[in-house]
């Protein structure tokens, strides 16, 4: 009697700790059961999978395995479907120690993983960097007789690339080749991403860019999107699963992406990255020649390589070109003019930026947590001046109830009281109030 008691005491957190209590399926019953039914959200498999579903759909990943111990201590046995929402989750959020957790925990269910939850996992070692263990993942799947597919290879292709392992990523090429598959879109997209994270940086990069750009423009047996139908129903783009940097906006409207310029994508970020304005107008060339106009998110690419090479002007021209064609824009586009015009905190620049943000507001686009957040950090670095352009931000995001992050409060907070304000100013008294607020909140975390 006394060990069931104490099973029946054990709290959350012990549960989470794999004590018997979980494994037993037990929750504790401290209140009747009529309360205990209000505040229960979910009893079983179809509600829980539901319950994923909405947590991966507003990026709270953290949530998952909270949800997945609540559910063993209800006595819930998870079905494939929930592993399979538990891994999307856990890829989104870049959480590979919970992934695998999870991928054990299905195995103890008695659910041999499919090809589509290995590909997952090895889509996690790529964001989280760790090619050794995507290539563990694929020897795993050899022993437990899960036959790779297409997907599973351009994967750990991407996987290898985020490491700059071009030595890995070559071979699996080989590996491919051998196999009679061709090389897609998103295999020379892969190619280039190697390049650009090998070290040392090599001297034939450009070189190297072209002539992947070049290569992926020819037809191949596996020219289609990869995507098999459960990574649709999922939500699970092609881009977001290989780690691409267009990954972010894939779902955005028509004319923001588009999906046949993937190696371009990939080609002109690494350019910008890099500062290599002179790779960013041969592949401009290239577009031309192919009588191909640039998408936004190239043309954001465009701005962001001249802005931070420190041609501001040649960034503003590619702007005004954009506008006065009539074709379409996005509140990105601003926002990536006035950061780049920001750098430096020139005089010049940061008058540019606020002018841009003002040309913004009027066409009413909507500036989120994340742009307006960025913006502020940037605008606060700004040591001399009025100030007015991070002030301009602070007010834009005030009036749309958009809450910067604690960083951005941090800095624009700092940014006040290094200058010469009355402690009774408004501005800076709800500052003050702002920042400490959330510096209780989040128990001085200024990273979030």
């Given at each position: 009697?006394k060990?069931?008691?104490?099973?029946?005491g054990?709290?959350h957190?012990?549960?989470r700790?794999?004590?018997?209590?979980?494994?037993?399926?037990?929750?504790?019953?401290?209140?009747?059961?009529?309360?205990?039914a209000?505040?229960?959200y979910?009893?079983?498999v179809?509600?829980?999978?539901?319950?994923?579903?909405?947590l991966?759909a507003?990026r709270?990943?953290?949530?998952?395995?909270?949800v997945?111990?609540?559910?063993m201590?209800?006595?819930?046995k998870?079905?494939r479907?929930?592993?399979?929402?538990?891994?999307v989750?856990?890829?989104?959020?870049?959480?590979?120690q919970?992934?695998?957790?999870?991928?054990?925990?299905m195995r103890t269910?008695?659910?041999v993983p499919?090809?589509t939850?290995y590909?997952?996992?090895?889509?996690?070692?790529?964001?989280?960097?760790n090619s050794d263990?995507?290539?563990?993942?694929l020897e795993?799947m050899?022993?437990?007789?899960?036959?790779p597919?297409?997907q599973t290879?351009i994967?750990?292709l991407?996987?290898c690339?985020?490491q700059?392992r071009i030595?890995?990523?070559?071979?699996?090429?080989r590996?491919?080749t051998?196999a009679g598959l061709?090389?897609?879109?998103?295999?020379?997209?892969?190619?280039?991403v190697?390049?650009?994270?090998k070290?040392?940086?090599?001297?034939d990069?450009?070189?190297?860019?072209i002539?992947?750009v070049?290569?992926?423009?020819?037809?191949?047996?596996?020219e289609?999107d990869?995507?098999?139908a459960?990574?649709?129903?999922?939500g699970?783009?092609?881009?977001?699963?290989?780690n691409?940097?267009?990954?972010d906006?894939?779902?955005?409207?028509?004319?923001?992406?588009?999906?046949p310029?993937t190696a371009y994508?990939?080609?002109?970020?690494?350019?910008a990255?890099f500062k290599n304005v002179k790779?960013?107008?041969?592949?401009?060339?290239?577009?031309?020649?192919?009588r191909?106009t640039?998408?936004?998110?190239?043309?954001?690419?465009?701005?962001?390589?001249y802005?931070?090479?420190?041609?501001?002007d040649?960034?503003?021209?590619?702007?005004e070109?954009?506008i006065?064609?009539?074709?379409?824009?996005?509140?990105e586009?601003?926002?990536?003019l006035?950061?780049g015009?920001?750098?430096?905190h020139?005089?010049k620049?940061?008058?540019?930026?606020?002018?841009i943000l003002?040309?913004?507001?009027?066409?009413?686009?909507?500036?989120n947590?994340?742009?307006?957040?960025?913006l502020?950090?940037?605008?606060?670095?700004?040591?001399?001046?009025?100030?007015?352009?991070?002030?301009y931000?602070?007010?834009?995001m005030?009036?749309?109830?958009?809450?910067p992050?604690?960083a951005a409060?941090?800095a624009?907070y700092?940014?006040?009281k290094?200058?010469e304000?009355?402690?009774?100013?408004?501005?800076?008294?709800?500052?003050?109030?702002?920042y400490?607020?959330?510096r209780?909140r989040?128990?001085?975390?200024m990273?979030?």
């Amino acid at each position: 009697m006394k060990f069931l008691q104490s099973i029946l005491g054990k709290t959350h957190f012990a549960g989470r700790s794999g004590l018997p209590g979980r494994v037993l399926g037990i929750r504790y019953f401290n209140v009747s059961t009529e309360e205990y039914a209000k505040r229960n959200y979910a009893n079983n498999v179809a509600e829980y999978n539901t319950v994923l579903g909405s947590l991966n759909a507003q990026r709270r990943m953290f949530l998952l395995r909270d949800v997945y111990d609540d559910m063993m201590l209800d006595g819930v046995k998870p079905s494939r479907d929930t592993f399979h929402s538990l891994i999307v989750g856990t890829m989104r959020g870049s959480r590979m120690q919970d992934a695998f957790f999870f991928k054990d925990q299905m195995r103890t269910m008695g659910l041999v993983p499919d090809v589509t939850f290995y590909n997952f996992l090895i889509s996690i070692c790529g964001k989280c960097k760790n090619s050794d263990q995507a290539i563990q993942i694929l020897e795993e799947m050899k022993s437990m007789e899960v036959k790779p597919n297409v997907q599973t290879y351009i994967c750990l292709l991407h996987a290898c690339a985020a490491q700059g392992r071009i030595d890995r990523v070559y071979a699996i090429v080989r590996d491919m080749t051998a196999a009679g598959l061709g090389l897609n879109k998103f295999c020379y997209a892969g190619l280039i991403v190697a390049h650009k994270n090998k070290t040392p940086f090599t001297d034939d990069f450009d070189a190297k860019v072209i002539e992947f750009v070049e290569r992926s423009k020819i037809w191949s047996s596996v020219e289609t999107d990869s995507a098999n139908a459960e990574n649709v129903m999922m939500g699970v783009s092609d881009e977001e699963l290989y780690n691409l940097p267009t990954a972010d906006y894939i779902n955005r409207r028509a004319g923001f992406l588009n999906r046949p310029f993937t190696a371009y994508h990939t080609a002109f970020n690494a350019a910008a990255d890099f500062k290599n304005v002179k790779l960013t107008d041969t592949l401009l060339e290239m577009l031309s020649k192919e009588r191909k106009t640039p998408d936004i998110y190239i043309t954001m690419q465009v701005i962001r390589c001249y802005c931070h090479a420190g041609e501001l002007d040649r960034g503003l021209q590619t702007f005004e070109d954009l506008i006065s064609s009539g074709k379409a824009i996005a509140a990105e586009i601003f926002v990536t003019l006035a950061e780049g015009a920001m750098i430096g905190h020139t005089e010049k620049g940061m008058q540019i930026a606020q002018d841009i943000l003002v040309r913004m507001n009027e066409r009413n686009f909507f500036m989120n947590s994340k742009m307006g957040s960025e913006l502020l950090l940037m605008a606060s670095g700004e040591k001399t001046g009025g100030y007015t352009t991070a002030n301009y931000i602070w007010d834009l995001m005030r009036t749309r109830n958009v809450v910067p992050s604690v960083a951005a409060v941090e800095a624009y907070y700092q940014g006040l009281k290094d200058r010469e304000i009355p402690q009774d100013d408004p501005r800076l008294m709800l500052v003050t109030k702002m920042y400490d607020n959330l510096r209780t909140r989040f128990r001085g975390n200024m990273n979030v």
